[in-house]
């Protein structure tokens, strides 16, 4: 571990729960290193699919009752907190940048007054993701939450930014380039890759009779929440339409759940090409195995860390081409690792026709993929999030001694 002074605890409420992803985030973070952590969080905002990772953890956390108020389609969350975060023997705190936890603002609020520093966690910028989904142009209200999303950032000591993307963003609206640091934002890429490794050397003929897969078909995986944003329905679109190329049959794997399912399910009208799989636990051997015989995976809609997922089992992502993409986007090379095709569905449709016709292409595109790998490994996020913080600590500690 490295030799840090303890100035006090650093809370951190990010997205209400500790999501299954982040958990060995969270890990590695408190054994790594010395700042004294502490993660509030409980169940998953009930307008989220997120799925919470269950204790004991072996890092400092609170779990509390989160509050939820319903205004109209959208929610406001309270994390009973403040009074801990108040007289907790906490000196910083890393907060969400979502407007749906007002616990955050109270913080945020409550820390300037006590000249705390408060870092914000988040992508840097706003989209539009609703006004994308219905096909539409951002409302005035989506400019006014952009504009309101913009203020509060610079309300911040700091901002731990996902992508170099959201770091240009923040410094082009005002932040000092020295009060945000880039931390990408990844998964335990090792254990995917002890997975991945695990399996290599499995018969591929012996994965495809357990998934119930053709001995000669080409796979295309899907994996992540069954949600409308992934615009799952469009590969479904797409395995209906395109059952052969080249003679070959194409088969469509789908692992994960959500409130989209039934719907799906319906829409594949039984055919025998497409398999829903459910939900599995990242750990589970069963995905590493779907990623080894995939050609590809395929996220038409909204794309995040699946990119992360896929990169660490050596497998190319396909999506469409638009603005509304989780920060993620910016570690896939269209072309090279991946592709980012038409974001009109019939012509995205043709073109991963062309791209399922085309081995030489899968294996090139596959083979980048794994050396991309390299560069998401979660060592680097959790060092770029301690070294900043203890920076900024060490700051705020230099500002009180010379207030005396």
Known sequence: MSETTNRGKVAILHQGCVPVYRRAFFERLSTTYDTPYHVFHGNPPSNTSLQAAQGPFVFGNTKVTNR????????????????????????????????????????????????????WWGFGYRKALVAWQQGGKPSKK???????????????????????????????????????????????????????????????AEIREELGLMPDSIVLLYIGRLITKKKIDLLIKFGLEHSQVNSKTIEILIIGDGAERAQLVSQAQGCSTIHFLGALDPSDPKIARAFRVCAAVVIPGFLGLAINHAFAHGRPVITQKHDFHSPEIDYLTDKTDGLLLSAKDDVFCEELAEYVRDEARQKTLAANALKTRENLRMDHMVRSFDTFMTGLLEKSDSRDVQAR
């Open 68 to 119: 939820e108020l319903k205004l109209g389609k959208s929610i406001i969350v309270y994390q009973p907190v403040v009074f801990k975060y108040l007289f907790g023997g906490f000196k910083a705190a890393v907060i969400g940048h979502e407007f749906k936890f007002l616990t955050n603002l109270i913080i945020l609020l409550f820390s300037k007054l006590l000249r705390r520093p408060v870092v």
């Open 142 to 204: 989506d400019k006014l939450a952009k504009w309101a999303s913009d203020k509060l950032a610079l309300l911040g000591d700091g901002y731990l930014a996902y992508t170099d993307a959201g770091k240009s963003y923040l410094v082009d609206i005002g932040m000092p380039p020295d009060r945000v640091q880039v931390l990408r934002n990844t998964i335990d890429i090792e254990e995917q890759i002890a997975l991945a490794d695990a399996e290599a050397a499995r018969p591929s």
